[in-house]
């Protein structure tokens, strides 16, 4: 083995069939456009409804902001290297569009990794500290800067090893391994840091700090909650396997999204030239390397599905322009005359929902 190796998002695909580049193309574009649709839904929610606003929601802005540059720099290069066969500019720009490319590509995938993490974090806090702010952790000035710097410090060596190499007319993006000692264990010391920090450590913590919440809230009541009446039980055990099911879709949706990918770098780690030796190996990398994109799509879905006040604030934004279509029809119909629908009252929040909601 040389000095270079396999581009980390897709390998050559020279000469694969036809069928395969048309279906991945389609795949991708499907991909890329739900990550962009749910992601930018996330933002705007959290950003133009007020009533979604709450003490966490910019750790959820910055999750949905690190899933979308995974949409828009990782996803479309990584289809740009099926559909031309890892073709790239050559030149001074071309290798700085590369490093730009695939830094941005780790960087984007370790801060979405790392946002997971800090959501788990304050959702431990909300539930094992209630009466504890925080401040310094929680504070949105403090923990998205340490999140997007300490990504970049620790994905900097990709500026060192990506290069763009030119046979004749054809530039390509290379991997340089050996710039940092012998390829084989430069490459294998890349691959287990890189699955160690963005995937086993987190995924620990994760784990554990999801499975410390699980049984605290099967174990207790909730802090600040009387339980006089029955219907106020039913409300808050109601509550507790709503929280206990999103915790445990996170951490699942990242364990089995990410596992592929992973496997397939310690597969490289260990041995390189045997894994790439077989007929199928550019075919399983993508694959891998799609479900670990497909962790970018699902994130803000299921923040949308779970989060009480994201999916009120959804449904309303889609029922409000049809009643409003509906009622303009009405109106027309009946030549101006207008009947407004009875306006239901609805009274304070009751003390459970107070206490609750913020989870």
Sequence with gaps: MNGSDLPTTANSTTGE??????????????????????????????????????LTSFMYVNLAVADLLVAVVVMPQTLQAILMDDEWLGGKF??????FVIFTFFVALTASVFSLTAIAFDSFFSIAYPMNE??????????????WLSAMCLMAPWLVIVTVSEDGSTSRIDYKFSQFGETQKSLRGVYLFIVITIYVLPLATISFLYGYICQK???????????????????VNKTKRQVIRMSISIAVAFA????????????????????????????????CLWCGHAN??????????FKKRFRAVFQ??????LSRVSFASSRRANNGTISRPPQRST??????????SAV
């Design 296 to 305: 970018s799509v699902i994130n803000p879905w299921l923040l949308i599905y």
């Design 17 to 54: 069939p036809k069928g395969w580049k048309t279906a991945a193309g389609i795949l991708y574009t499907i991909t890329i456009s739900l990550a962009l649709v749910g992601n930018i839904l996330v933002i705007y929610i959290l950003y133009k409804r007020p009533e979604t606003r709450r």
């Design 94 to 99: 071309g290798e700085f569009l590369a490093k």
């Design 217 to 235: 809230l099967r174990a207790h009541t909730l802090p600040g909650v009387s339980l006089k009446h029955d219907k106020a039980r039913l409300r």
């Design 347 to 356: 009274g304070p929040p009751t003390d459970v929902y107070q206490c609750i």
């Design 256 to 287: 089995l999204c990410w596992l592929p990918t992973h496997v397939f770098h310690v597969m490289i780690a260990i041995n390189y030239e045997w894994v790439s030796s077989f007929q199928a190996f550019p075919y399983v990398m993508l694959v």
């Design 134 to 147: 925080f401040s310094h952790f929680r504070n949105k000035s403090i923990l998205v800067p340490c999140i």
């Design 316 to 321: 309303r934004m889609i029922t409000r322009p």
